[in-house]
């Protein structure tokens, strides 16, 4: 028996939408120490990997460990069917090919349940191996959107240097060049608005612009985002769900033809 | 130009 249970549906909801434009479906891996996702998007260029901790629920049981494979696109038509403020209730019983989707409104008056068939899906799991990573930035989420959403208008790679200093995103096209540097934050009120540097040595790596902007669909989880960022290797983007755990992306890079 | 890498390439199938 497996039974998961949030307070709110929003988060659910958000959760979804971070992962949606970049996967089909995915398998969701259920044990008692919470849900794992993890999933390369369909041309293998970017990596998802999404936990949520059990204690972070409400309720949450799971006899047996479980492997639910699941159309995203299916599941967020059930999702568009919760309030906000609805708990959600995921069920599935031991070696099941459905899961149940149950949403019950706040004053408990409403109750829709929703069965949703499950895929076998033959994923590949990866293992990701420890880095030290060169620089770590921490900033604010809605920034990192903006920056993203600004310079695909000007190129399909955007270039990120990071020194001491700062981080340099850069963008380079038919319309010429553009440059955005922020600058490690001083002092700031709100640890929420903070630009945070942890640097080793400098690092210039390239990216793609529309898988960066697919990854700030997590916008909405996080106040702050953090880059994880070493020659050669993938790009981490990290998300917190707070009090629940973390999606992270990993964007493999451009390199010099 | 730049040559886009794969995910897969950087780590190992479990």
């Known amino acids: 028996m497996f039974e998961a249970r949030l307070g709110q549906a929003t988060i659910l909801k958000k959760i979804l939408d971070a992962i949606k434009d970049l996967l089909n479906e995915a398998t969701f891996d259920c044990s008692d120490s919470g849900i794992q996702l993890q999933a390369m998007d369909n041309s293998h260029v970017s990596l998802v990997s999404l936990t949520l901790r059990s204690d972070g629920f409400d309720k949450f049981r799971c006899d047996r460990n479980l492997s639910m494979g699941m159309n995203l696109g299916s599941m967020a038509k059930i999702l568009k069917c919760a309030n906000n403020e609805d708990n959600v209730t995921m069920k599935a019983q031991d070696n099941a090919d459905t899961v149940t989707i149950m949403f019950e409104s706040a004053n408990q008056e409403k109750v829709s349940d929703y069965e949703m068939k499950l895929m076998n899906l033959d994923q590949e799991h990866l293992g990701i191996p420890e880095t030290d990573f060169s620089c770590v930035v921490r900033m604010p989420a809605m920034e990192f959107a903006r920056i993203c959403r600004d310079l695909a208008q000007f190129s399909e790679s955007v270039v990120i240097c990071c020194t001491k200093e700062g981080v340099k995103f850069s963008a380079s096209g038919d319309v010429g060049t553009a440059n955005i540097k922020l600058a490690q934050t001083g002092s700031v009120d709100k640890e929420e608005e903070a630009v945070i540097i942890e640097m080793q040595e400098p690092v210039t790596l390239t990216f793609a612009c529309r898988y960066l902007n697919a990854f700030t669909k997590a916008t909405p989880l996080s106040t702050q985002v953090q880059l994880s960022m070493c020659a050669d290797v993938p790009l981490v983007v990290e998300y917190a769900i707070k009090d629940l755990g973390h999606i992270r992306y990993y964007l493999a890079p451009k390199i010099e033809d | ?14």
């Open chain 2, 1 to 14: 130009s730049s040559k886009q890498t794969s995910i897969s390439s950087f780590f190992k199938k479990e």
